[in-house]
């Protein structure tokens, strides 16, 4: 039950410092059972009329309070020690989670949402922290000093602990059940918090798309539906919460007015001493920890046992893109890639994408890939970087079958600019430099100036120590990929895939980019993909994509003449740059 599957080896790793929690756990639990009975001594000695002067009660107290100070001190280093524990647990969790978060696979992430993601990390890992910490010191501390405790109360009394242990196993029983509908509750309030947290998420992340559209009360009375949903099932769940607690509550004052009453008889008779009686008491409110503390554990148990259950699911899921256990390791590509017969379907989708496509490109060319939108360009090149699985002998490189190749040794090879132009929250430094621990200054320079950025950097107050983004400046779209190729070409790849990198720079920077990389690019392949005929008619090779079929392959001037799609192409985006011109000048 608590020794959750996925998480055991933990307690192997700590077990020495649970070892020690738990060793002065029972130290404690069993020294301050002394009290109760050095208070029988002190009342039975008083009403027998053995104790009749102050001195003789010094030892007695001082005891207690010996034993006081122990508890305190030996409390605390439990606590600590168990809790520690569970936060120590908490941060490997958290980093063998984050690790494989890394490995998992693109349609993992299209399937999945960020926001439910990150729920894995903060609400399950807190639930399961929770039981490790709190939880498990309830569960030891609960079952060890009830333990105790329900011994010295049978040996002072075997049938008055019966009558109390009754009603407290029935309790138990009731508990367990209640815990168990507390179980699937929590759940929903779970998956009812992960959409909030998704909505939320979203919304920030479009609140140009809310404000643009006039949404924003619209977009608040949507968060609110879902806040109120959230609210519900944590009443809900915190309903059932208050009932057992209450439920505890009240059996205790019962039985307790059991004990007083029964004990009142057998004092009457003669068979228990007031003294007794106290020290019993005192024993049955040291028992009401363990219970309280059992009922506890159980709940924390409950969420953290569904929130485990999802924490293990999501480290179990196993990432379908992976190296063979044979794939092949440092070798060196040349850049030349083969594409035969390639047909690709999405995992999700039931229509392939990419049909039959075949073309060559060697070593060292500059080749465009052109298309309309929703081609196939990004599916092809994404196919490159083996971020899904194709079949074997479909995509080749340097000679060498995609699939068989390791996933490292293939991607080192290619420096990738995505469409999406991702940039991290960090300087301009940090970002060119992703690829290495500490980019050199030179180099930095170097590749933003074939990238066209150097100048606009040296603009910025804090030139390439400017910070981007939610913590920085906003720079513009086509800054944006233009830092994006500078971090690509910091790698120096064989392969060079920009997709759609130059859409949002004027034609003007556009050649400045192509034709710099043009220079420093000798010997080593370079893919644009474009939507423009102007980024990519001066190129060795144009490759066109149409609706997810290689229409044709050529230079520009063998397309012009052979074919009709690409001479519609360059017709269209004639007239679209007239129209242009007309309008610039009206
Ligand atoms: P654009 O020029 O607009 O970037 P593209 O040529 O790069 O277009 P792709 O992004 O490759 O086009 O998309 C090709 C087709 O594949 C589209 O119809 C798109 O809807 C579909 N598609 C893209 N990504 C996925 C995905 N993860 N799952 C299912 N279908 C997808
Ligand atoms: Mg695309």
Do not use: C
Request: aromatic content about 10%; glycine content about 8%.
């Amino acid at each position: 039950m608590i020794l959750l599957k996925h998480f055991r080896h933990y307690y192997l790793k700590y077990g020495l410092a649970f070892l020690i929690g738990i060793a002065i756990l029972v130290a404690v639990d069993w020294y301050q059972l002394e009290i109760p009975r050095i208070i029988k001594v002190i009342i039975n000695g008083v009403e027998g009329g053995t104790i009749t002067v102050m001195d003789q009660l010094w030892t007695p107290l001082l005891t207690i309070l010996g034993i006081v100070a122990g508890m305190t001190i030996g409390r605390f280093l439990w606590r600590i020690t168990l809790i520690g524990n569970s936060r120590r647990i908490e941060t490997d969790i958290r980093s063998e989670m984050f690790k494989h978060a890394t490995k998992l696979d693109q349609n993992f992430y299209s399937n999945e949402k960020i926001g439910g993601l990150m729920s894995y990390f903060i609400n399950d890992l807190n639930a399961v922290k929770e039981l490790y910490g709190f939880g498990l010191l309830m569960l030891i501390d609960g079952l060890v000093l009830g333990g105790f405790v329900l011994v010295r109360m049978f040996s002072l009394n075997w049938e008055m602990t019966l009558y109390a242990a009754i009603p407290l196993a029935f309790m138990g029983v009731l508990v367990f059940f209640l815990e168990l509908k507390m179980e699937k509750k929590f759940k929903l309030r779970q998956d009812s918090f992960e959409k909030m947290s998704d909505f939320a998420q979203e919304s920030f992340s479009g609140i140009t798309v809310i404000k643009a559209y006039v949404r924003e009360a619209v977009e608040s009375l949507r968060f609110k539906k879902k806040s109120k949903d959230v609210f519900d099932k944590s009443m809900d769940h915190l309903k059932y919460s208050v009932v057992v607690n209450v439920i505890i509550d009240a059996m205790i004052s019962l039985v307790i007015l059991a004990i007083l009453a029964f004990g009142a008889i057998l004092i009457a008779k003669g068979n228990l001493s007031s003294g007794e009686l106290t020290e019993y008491i005192s024993y049955f409110f040291t028992l009401l920890w363990p219970v309280f503390a059992i009922s506890w554990f159980m709940n924390i148990n409950g969420q953290a046992q569904a929130s485990a259950k999802r924490i293990y699911e999501f480290l179990e899921s196993k990432p379908s893109v992976v190296d063979a256990p044979t794939a092949i390791k440092d070798v060196t590509l040349d850049g030349s890639i083969s594409v035969k017969h390639l047909t690709f379907t999405y995992p999700d989708s039931e229509t392939p994408t990419l049909k039959d496509m075949n073309f060559d490109i060697k070593a060292g060319e500059m080749v465009g890939i052109l298309g309309r939108t929703g081609s196939g360009k990004s599916t092809l090149v994404e196919l490159f970087l083996h971020l899904y699985n194709t079949e074997k002998g479909m995509i080749t490189f340097g000679g060498y079958d995609l699939m068989d190749l390791s996933l490292a040794t293939l991607r080192e090879h290619i420096g990738y600019v995505p469409q999406d132009n991702f940039l991290y929250s960090d300087t301009i430094k940090n970002n060119i430099g992703f690829a290495f621990s500490r980019i050199d200054e030179d180099r930095l320079i170097q590749v933003a100036k074939i990238s066209d950025i150097h100048e606009n950097v040296m603009e910025f107050k804090d030139r390439y120590e400017t910070m981007l983004g939610e913590r920085g400046v906003t720079i513009s779209g086509g800054q944006k990929q233009r830092v994006s190729i500078a971090r690509a070409l910091a790698k120096e790849p064989k392969i060079l895939i920009l997709d759609d990198s130059v859409s949002a720079v004027d034609t003007k920077t556009e050649e400045a980019i192509i034709s710099n990389l043009r220079k420093v690019r000798k010997g080593k392949t370079t893919l644009m993909i474009a939507h423009r005929i102007s980024t990519v008619r001066k190129l060795d090779k144009i490759v066109v994509i149409d609706q997810g079929r290689v229409a044709g392959v050529g230079s520009h001037a063998e397309l012009m003449k052979t074919l009709p799609l690409y001479q519609e192409m360059v017709k269209l985006q004639e007239l679209e740059e007239l129209v242009g011109e007309v309008e610039a000048h009206a």
